[in-house]
């Protein structure tokens, strides 16, 4: 099976930078997805990583290290459209491609 | 343009009645899943199917049921035997190693 823990709630001010985390057990792995989702809309896919490293896309960064089961998703230059749950979600093994999902993050930003 | 549909929007369910909610891709996604998201919740597995007339139980699959007839169609049916099926449902198709493309998500209320 998988576990995936983040953090409930973080807050941050507009203009400055945030970092989630999420942590994860999991029998296989076969790479890890962070979505942003706005209340009452769909996920949306901001990036996946599934080798050890940094992965960069304009204001968001994820980056991985599989040894240590642990992701965070860097956010900068942060704007109050930002405020949303971040989602992160890990695919196992076995010839599947089923994410699953820890329960989100709820970013507030502030000005 | 390529997407994943889900209808209705809102649907409202009475005690002991079962509704059907529609999920259609034109992504030719080979995987279709059904979550089930609850307020402050992750999002949890319902069932999923990885090809035509064959599918899977998630986590939660008690009280729902689906077919596979099509490629394009992953319906849910939330059966009375579900006593708490007020959530939002969202429907998501991948095709291998990629991200999961969501629908817009159907909210079912109780009445």
């Known amino acids: 099976g998988q576990n995936i823990d983040q953090p409930t709630e973080m807050t941050a001010t507009e203009g400055a930078i945030v970092q989630i985390n999420c942590t994860y057990q999991?029998?296989?792995?076969?790479?890890l997805f962070w979505y942003q989702q706005h209340a009452g809309e769909a996920p949306t896919f901001l990036s996946y990583?599934?080798?050890?490293g940094l992965e960069e896309k304009g204001r968001f960064s994820s980056f991985l290290s599989r040894s240590k089961g642990y992701s965070y998703l860097l956010l900068k230059e942060l704007q109050m459209k930002d405020s949303a749950s971040y989602l992160c979600?890990?695919?196992?093994?076995?010839?599947?491609?089923?994410?699953?999902f820890g329960r989100g993050t709820s970013l507030i930003v502030h000005p | 343009d390529g997407g994943i549909t889900q209808s209705p929007k809102y649907l409202f369910r009475k005690e002991g009645q079962n509704v059907t909610l529609s999920c259609e891709q034109n992504?030719?996604?080979?995987?279709m899943y059904w979550y089930r998201q609850d307020p402050g919740q992750g999002l949890r597995l319902i069932y999923y199917?990885?090809?035509?007339?064959?599918?899977q139980k998630g986590d939660i699959a008690e009280g729902y049921s689906v077919s596979r007839e099509k490629k394009e169609s992953f319906p849910l049916t939330v059966t009375s035997a579900q006593k708490n099926p007020t959530a939002f449902y969202l429907c998501?198709?991948?095709?291998?190693?990629?991200?999961?493309?969501f629908g817009q998500g159907t909210r079912l209320t109780v009445v």
């Open positions: 998501a198709s991948t095709r291998e190693n990629t991200e999961a493309f």
């Open positions: 999991t029998s296989g792995f076969n790479g």
């Open positions: 990583n599934v080798l050890d």
């Open positions: 979600a890990v695919r196992g093994t076995g010839g599947s491609y089923i994410p699953t």
């Open positions: 992504l030719n996604h080979d995987a």
């Open positions: 199917s990885q090809i035509v007339n064959d599918f």
